[in-house]
């Protein structure tokens, strides 16, 4: 049996071929004008490329080089959580007592308050606190005996209690700084050893206790405000009041008796527009909100539970060079780099106690966080719904460099903040 | 200027040069196009987008065949891309569901008019014309094809023969209806 020749060609084929062979029609001008344009956007393509790669690199080094020298502080975190000093000593090392070194005082918002320590001697009648009038504000700056730019705020809403850390856990603390700092080889139960602790770490809550103290060390409490009056936690009653250093807030997961405070995932939400520089390279700018939320947990003296919500808002406007490096006919691809600058709007404190329904909550306003600036490197899509109009997903990474009038929030924590970026694009 | 010194210059990006070879090559090359496109615009991107393939990579001309053939095969692979692109995104024509418009002129096959050809590829459907192209015009056998279009051998063969039964009909009833008007 012949095996079926496929590839057979009759006389049509060869007609056909003899027709299309004169076959020369001409195009239309502009098609050579759109090769030349191409042609001479690639030559041009390659010096922007390593534009483009100088400048990454370079925004890279900026970046770490800004980060190393101009960082915040609380970036470096301090493991110390706290400090004791027996009222009227001298601090080791020379370092001044925490009754010589006034707090400096700010008024901020309506309705925050101070958080003082005290011994528990005190007995919680709060005649030695420095009392807050209703609705007033004031925060105390605490600054820290071994470190002056080590500044922490302690901000509390009115009614509502930061929970200081229990004597035990306290001490508990110490004691594992302690149990850290113990000493190896040849002073391992040398008679010696409580000497030369000692000498590495002064700071000993037994050996700094108040005399006659029942526990034997010290407490903190928070000085309690709701409608303008004043309670204490503290149970004693010596009129002896203290201030101390606390560090608050600042650390993600905190010590032990510290409280915790999580950063939750911003919510960004943009309107940009650009100028094209090229076929795939576009500068772009707009507008974009942010929503910084935080969270933090305590309790009462009481025993009760408080939850913290702090929502921080801000407004930025960056500018972004953008580079598509795949164009489909829906969507793009890009990678940008670039600068953005936010500045806070508002920012409230909602306030959450009870965990029985209903429970209360109470909302404060903290005022309007400062101004933020930041580097921002990000890859993207850009889903294009029409000729003029695309929507943008974005993850980002942006290094907050410059933070103006700003606590710590999620973003200046870390050198490095992610954060996942949805918008609208313009392409006038 | 001869067409090693052309190439030599396109080679070096040399605008004047790449001018001239686009102006001797483009006709016919258009002309093979206009047989893969629907329409011309659709043909204007195809050459577009082969001579800048054309003038991007001819660093890698060796010159050992023609240089007409080598930029005829851009064109050709550039063709079936567009092809690939658009069939991707679900452009493609079912020959079930497009009337085919016939040729509306043709006396004899030895009397084929050449705008009655193009007139009859153009409404192929689009896998169809494709076929049609590469078998009878561009001497591909149907391996190469299937390999290209990313079909079976069968498929190719069996629309390659469809499209010319369509012809020969279109042919066939455009003789009797000049035979008619004749008496």
């Not at chain 1, 009227?88 to 918002?109: F, K, L």
């Not at chain 1, 390279?281 to 507008?287: A, D, F």
């Not at chain 1, 409230?348 to 909550?361: E, H, K, L, V, Y």
């Not at chain 2, 050449?114 to 590829?121: A, E, Y």
């Amino acid at each position: 049996m012949m095996e079926k020749d496929y590839n057979h060609r009759d006389e049509i084929e060869l007609a056909l071929q003899a027709a299309l062979e004169g076959y020369s029609p001409k195009a239309d001008a502009v098609v050579w004008d759109n090769i030349e344009a191409v042609l001479h956007r690639k030559e041009k393509k390659r010096a922007v490329y390593w534009w483009l790669k100088g400048a990454a690199a370079a925004s890279v080094a900026a970046a770490v080089v800004l980060a190393y020298f101009v960082a915040p502080p609380h970036t470096q975190r301090d493991t110390h959580t706290v400090k004791t000093y027996r009222p009227g000593s001298q601090a080791p090392h020379g370092e001044p007592t925490p009754a010589t070194t006034a707090p400096s005082e700010n008024s901020v918002a309506a309705g925050e308050e101070r958080l003082e320590k005290t011994t528990p001697a005190e007995g919680g009648s709060g005649e030695n606190m420095e009392t807050t009038p209703a609705g007033a504000a004031t925060v105390s700056s605490f600054e820290t005996a071994h470190t002056a730019t080590d500044r922490h705020r302690v901000v509390q809403a009115p009614g509502n209690d930061i929970v200081p850390p229990s004597t035990q856990a306290i001490e508990a603390a110490s004691l594992e700084k302690m149990s850290l700092l113990a000493l190896p080889g040849p002073f391992a139960g040398d008679p010696r050893e409580p000497e030369v602790k000692k000498r590495f770490f002064p700071i000993d809550p037994s050996e700094y206790a108040v005399p006659g103290d029942q526990g034997g060390s010290w407490e903190l409490a928070a000085n309690f405000s709701s409608a303008g009056s004043q309670s204490s936690a503290a149970s004693a009653s010596q009129s002896n009041s203290l201030r101390g250093d606390v560090f608050l807030a600042n650390e993600k997961q905190s010590e032990a008796g510290m409280q915790k405070v999580t950063y939750h995932a911003p919510v960004i939400i943009g309107l940009r527009g650009g100028i094209d520089l090229g076929a795939r390279l576009s500068l772009e700018s707009g507008i974009s909100y942010t929503l910084l939320p935080s969270s933090s947990e305590g309790q009462t003296p009481a025993g009760e539970q408080i939850d913290y919500r702090t929502e921080l808002h801000y407004l930025g406007v960056p500018l972004l060079l953008n580079y598509r490096f795949v164009m489909k006919k829906r969507f793009d691809v890009y990678c940008t780099q670039g600068l953005t600058l936010d500045k806070g709007i508002a920012g409230r404190r909602i306030s959450i106690t009870g965990q029985s329904d209903p429970a209360t909550r109470r909302f404060t306003n903290i005022g309007a966080p400062g101004l933020q600036g930041a580097i921002v490197f990000g890859a993207g899509v850009d889903y294009h719904i029409s000729k003029i109009i695309s929507l943008y997903f974005q993850p980002t990474v942006s290094s907050w460099l410059l933070n103006l009038g700003q606590g710590p929030n999620g973003r200046n924590q870390q050198l490095a903040w992610p954060s996942l970026q949805v918008g609208v694009r313009f392409h006038p | 200027m001869n067409e090693e010194q052309l190439i030599t210059g396109c080679k070096k990006g040399d605008v004047l040069s790449q001018r001239r070879l686009y102006d001797l090559h483009h006709p016919k090359m258009f002309g093979v196009c206009m047989r893969y496109a629907q329409n011309r615009d659709e043909a204007q991107d195809i050459l577009q987008d082969g001579f800048i393939k054309v003038f991007t990579g001819i660093g890698s001309f060796r010159g050992k065949g023609s240089l007409e053939g080598w930029i005829r095969r851009i064109m050709v692979n550039t063709a079936l891309e567009h092809y690939r692109k658009n069939k991707s995104r679900g452009k493609e024509v079912d020959m079930d569901h497009e009337p085919l418009l016939m040729v509306t002129r043709t006396s004899a096959l030895d009397d084929l008019q050449l705008k009655d050809i193009l007139s009859f590829i153009h409404h192929l459907p689009t896998g169809y014309r494709m076929v049609f192209n590469l078998f009878a015009i561009e001497g591909y056998s149907h391996e190469e094809i299937a390999k290209q279009l990313d079909i079976s051998v069968n498929t190719s063969y069996s629309q390659y023969h469809r499209a010319k039964a369509l012809l020969q009909k279109a042919l066939l009833d455009e003789k009797k209806t000049t035979n008619r008007w004749a008496i």
